[in-house]
């Protein structure tokens, strides 16, 4: 797709899979490779994907993302789910590369916003964000656990 910063974004594959399992679970996010195997599965559609920044044959970091219709227009929207970029990595515009190639995809679909959330214990992927014109004031997101 891209080449930036040494890397290469490209769709995600099976063979991705523990590389994107262990770098979600430096994130503290547990995942092992046959929950990714799943998961790239559910993404594997015109609506979703999941890209991921290989640099010489290593996956550094990956973003997920999904176009959803509204209701209440008659127009999407594109939702950031994951990213996470390699510690080793950070703070050399990688995170920024993933975010475009979403926010390319959202363009391509004629999407309203592209959404993302970014919890406060996290306050470095805030700044990312806020720092690409994400705004944080429209937060009203409520959540309830089953």
């Given at each position: 797709?891209?080449?930036t910063?040494?890397?290469?974004?490209r769709?995600a594959?099976?063979?991705?899979?523990?590389?994107?399992?262990?770098?979600?679970?430096?994130?503290?996010?547990?995942?092992?490779?046959?929950a990714?195997?799943?998961?790239?599965g559910?993404?594997?559609?015109?609506?979703?994907?999941?890209?991921?920044?290989?640099?010489?044959?290593?996956?550094?970091g990956?973003?997920?993302?999904?176009?959803?219709?509204?209701?209440?227009?008659?127009?999407?929207?594109?939702?950031?789910l994951a990213?996470?970029?390699?510690?080793?990595?950070?703070?050399?515009?990688?995170?920024?590369?993933?975010?475009?190639?979403?926010?390319?995809?959202?363009?391509?679909?004629?999407?309203?916003?592209?959404?993302?959330?970014?919890?406060?214990?996290?306050?470095?992927?805030?700044?990312?964000?806020?720092?690409?014109g994400?705004?944080?004031?429209?937060?009203?997101?409520?959540r309830?656990?089953?």
């Amino acid at each position: 797709m891209t080449d930036t910063s040494g890397a290469i974004l490209r769709p995600a594959e099976i063979a991705d899979a523990e590389r994107i399992a262990a770098l979600f679970t430096d994130e503290g996010y547990p995942a092992g490779p046959s929950a990714i195997v799943a998961r790239l599965g559910r993404f594997d559609g015109p609506d979703s994907q999941v890209v991921v920044a290989d640099r010489g044959g290593e996956v550094i970091g990956f973003i997920a993302f999904h176009a959803l219709p509204r209701f209440e227009h008659d127009d999407v929207v594109v939702r950031i789910l994951a990213l996470v970029v390699d510690a080793g990595a950070r703070e050399r515009g990688m995170g920024h590369e993933l975010m475009g190639e979403a926010e390319r995809f959202a363009r391509e679909r004629g999407a309203a916003f592209v959404e993302v959330t970014a919890g406060r214990h996290r306050p470095e992927a805030r700044h990312l964000y806020e720092s690409l014109g994400y705004d944080a004031s429209v937060t009203a997101y409520l959540r309830k656990r089953l």
